[in-house]
């Protein structure tokens, strides 16, 4: 059997206001997002940096709570939160269940802090919200927010997490920062945030500068 020869296809021209008005579109598009990619957020104020050195958490909760944060599906993370200290539960020691449905979103424009000297002293990077019960590790309560503020202290990197609903912080120095793909200058053109899950225990990890990313502890913790 011959094989069918395909049809000839008439050229057709797109009228030339449609296609001016096309470009303009997608000209004006670009320029937009490459403006948000590249254009470092404004600071937290001085007084909140300072204020989150000093452990007055209050001040940097109502500074996070004006801040944008990305609740598009993808963006974030939901899932319900690891209880109890070693998985799966059926080994020798395994105690671990499920425990509080929670989600984590990132601050909008936390991919496009500068350089880690910026993060330094001080950024929200995230916030997590639990859905039904409250999750102690995080400083949630029940139908709670928790802030994800991220600083150096005494050569440490600290993640604080600032509950909505309480004066006190959890604070937890095994915070680490690490680039995004060593050797190949990659920079990130969205804000995202995670759970990471191991059979050790659960972490955060979220975008935290330009070309690097946070997680709430050190990867070899987890193995």
């Avoid at 919200?129 to 600290?158: C, F, M, P, Q």
Wanted: net charge positive.
């Amino acid at each position: 059997m011959s094989a069918l020869s395909p049809l000839p296809i008439r050229p057709t021209r797109m009228p030339v206001a449609i296609a001016a008005v096309i470009a303009l579109a997608l000209s004006q598009n670009c320029r937009l997002e490459r403006g948000q990619d590249t254009a470092a957020p404004a600071p937290p104020p001085a007084d909140v940096r300072a204020a989150a050195a000093e452990g007055r958490f209050s001040t940097v909760v109502e500074y996070a709570k004006g801040l944008a944060y990305d609740a598009v599906p993808g963006a974030g993370d939901r899932q319900r939160l690891m209880t109890g200290t070693q998985c799966p539960p059926w080994v020798k020691g395994g105690d671990c269940r499920y425990g509080a449905l929670a989600r984590i979103e990132p601050q909008r424009d936390a991919h496009r802090i500068p350089d880690t000297l910026d993060l330094a002293a001080g950024r929200v990077i995230a916030r997590i919200i639990t859905e039904d019960s409250a999750y102690a590790k995080l400083n949630l309560r029940a139908n709670d927010t928790t802030y994800w503020w991220i600083d150096r202290v005494k050569g440490r990197w600290r993640s604080a997490f600032l509950s909505s609903q309480r004066a006190t912080a959890v604070i937890d120095t095994n915070a680490v920062w690490h680039p995004a793909a060593v050797g190949h200058g990659y920079t990130w053109h969205q804000a995202i945030a995670r759970f990471v899950w191991s059979e050790k225990d659960e972490a955060l990890w979220a975008t935290c500068t330009m070309f690097g990313c946070c997680r709430s502890e050190d990867e070899s913790a987890l193995q």
